[in-house]
């Protein structure tokens, strides 16, 4: 059972990303999932979660900019990024519960490095 997130890089000031997330070996639909990130330096924050039913919550930095639609059919998060800042540079993890059997358990994925330049 395993999140596997890809899709970071480097894009300029102005510039859009999408991150993925996939999940495997575990039941994903059922359960909240969220990303955080990392900047060199700091604490790892929350930036987006999304229900089981599609409700959405951002943090404020990036509300307006970033949207985190899932599709339960495919088992995949994404991080859709627009109007990308400096400050959005950090390492991207995705984050939630996936039920393997009669076993729920919480799991990160590895991290997705976005670089934005200035």
């Known amino acids: 059972v395993q999140l596997q997130a890809s899709g970071g890089g480097l894009v300029q000031t102005g510039g859009s990303l999408r991150l993925s997330c996939a999940a495997s070996?575990?039941?994903?639909?059922?359960?909240?999932m969220s990303w955080y990130r990392q900047a060199p330096g700091e604490q790892r924050d929350l930036v987006a979660t999304?229900?089981?039913?599609?409700?959405?919550t951002y943090a404020d930095s990036v509300k307006g900019r970033f949207t985190i639609p899932r599709d339960n059919a495919k088992s995949t998060l994404y991080l859709e990024m627009n109007s990308l800042k400096p400050e959005d540079t950090a390492v991207y993890y995705c984050?939630?519960?996936?039920?393997?059997?009669?076993?729920?358990?919480?799991?990160w994925g590895q991290g997705t490095l976005v670089t934005v330049s200035s």
């Open positions: 984050n939630g519960k996936l039920r393997r059997l009669f076993r729920v358990a919480e799991y």
């Open positions: 070996g575990g039941v994903f639909s059922t359960y909240p």
């Open positions: 999304v229900t089981s039913d599609g409700t959405t």
